[in-house]
């Protein structure tokens, strides 16, 4: 039977990670090995770890100082000995059957990729009795990369935990380190963009946790912003001459346009609004967005009209105006 690498980053999650290693223990198959990285974290999240690498030899634990997310899975790449490979966060579980329904399916469509629904748990929930999945079918999903950029559906998400990738996929890449904020994104185009062949099983089999208090949903600062704009400069430098179709090309364009506006003018209004300090972010990023404009990166008139105005104003620094319009 084929082996498969499962990868986690692991970052002050003291309170899930016991539940998230043993939903891989509770595999219904047995030839895996995990790969955790804890990546400097000050809670009690190394002694888990090392806890549970004495009582199963294939759990392998890495520690790192503390050098993001992105870093920390490039950590695991260098040393996977499996040839498919999984990732989950330290706060999400696995169905029992994920890695058996995914492997059974991947090797029978002889796919490079294939990936599952997800379900959303509770910050505090627990998952005691999982449904039992009889019978399952992949189904081979054309033009995914066009699916992916256009979301056409059934498109594979962004997400890398509810997938089961080929190792040679990973042969030249890797994480961007430089971001840990859609740095799931970068490396996703990437990975179905070379692949040959995606299915897709329509069963969940992955729980995805949503906490007030991860990194998506902590406290907005300027790094959140660089992230997403060294993501956008990243993602069009690496497709500028890619072979894609005109419609995933245009798609893939407006959806990074509207990252660098999103990004710069709308997430501060919605995530730094108290005491107005999403003002302090937009006096910064006003004259950051205006030179992206005369380096030909943002291209405003290539979103809808509401964007486009909105663009108008800040880069003019009619915050008021803006303010008033985004309330609305």
């Known amino acids: 039977m084929p082996k498969i690498s499962i990868i986690i980053p692991v970052y002050n999650v003291e309170d899930f990670l016991i539940q998230s290693l043993d939903s891989v223990i509770n595999q219904t198959i047995s030839n895996w090995e995990l790969i955790c990285v804890n990546d400097g974290s000050p809670d009690q999240c190394g002694k888990i770890l090392n806890e549970y690498e004495k009582k199963d030899n294939r759990i392998k634990v890495i520690t790192q100082s503390n050098q993001g997310v ?27 059957q994920f890695l058996e329904v995914l492997l059974n399916n991947i090797t029978a469509s002889k796919a490079d990729i294939i990936w599952c629904k997800h379900a959303k748990i509770r910050e505090d929930e627990k998952i005691e009795n999982f449904p039992h999945i009889s019978e399952e079918k992949f ?40 971001i ?125 009209l509401r964007n486009r105005f909105l663009t108008f104003l800040f880069i003019r620094k009619k915050f008021n105006l803006l303010s008033l319009l985004l309330k609305i």
């Open 70 to 96: 992105s870093t920390a899975r490039n950590t695991a790449l260098d040393v996977i000995t499996g040839d498919y490979v999984a990732f989950l966060d330290p706060d999400d579980i696995m169905h029992p």
């Open 180 to 304: 840990n904020v859609g740095e799931d994104l970068a490396l996703q185009h990437h990975l179905l963009h070379n692949a040959t062949k995606v299915c897709f099983i329509d069963e969940n089999l992955i729980y995805y946790r949503e906490r007030s208090n991860s990194l998506t949903h902590s406290k907005f600062n300027y790094q959140y912003i660089e992230d997403h704009l060294t993501l956008v400069k990243l993602l069009l430098k690496d497709f500028e001459n890619k072979k894609i179709t005109t419609q995933a090309r245009k798609a893939l364009n407006f959806r990074l346009q509207k990252m660098l506006c999103k990004s710069c003018i709308t997430l501060p209004y919605k995530r730094a609004n108290m005491n107005r300090e999403y003002l302090q972010f937009w006096h910064t990023y006003s004259d950051v967005l205006s030179k992206l404009i005369k380096e030909g990166v943002y291209h405003p008139e290539c979103l809808d």
């Open 139 to 178: 189904f081979d999903i054309p033009h995914h990369f066009e699916r992916f950029t256009t979301h056409q559906k059934p498109y594979p998400s962004v997400m890398l935990w509810d997938k089961l990738y080929k190792k040679e996929l990973f042969q030249n890449l890797r994480f961007v380190k430089e």
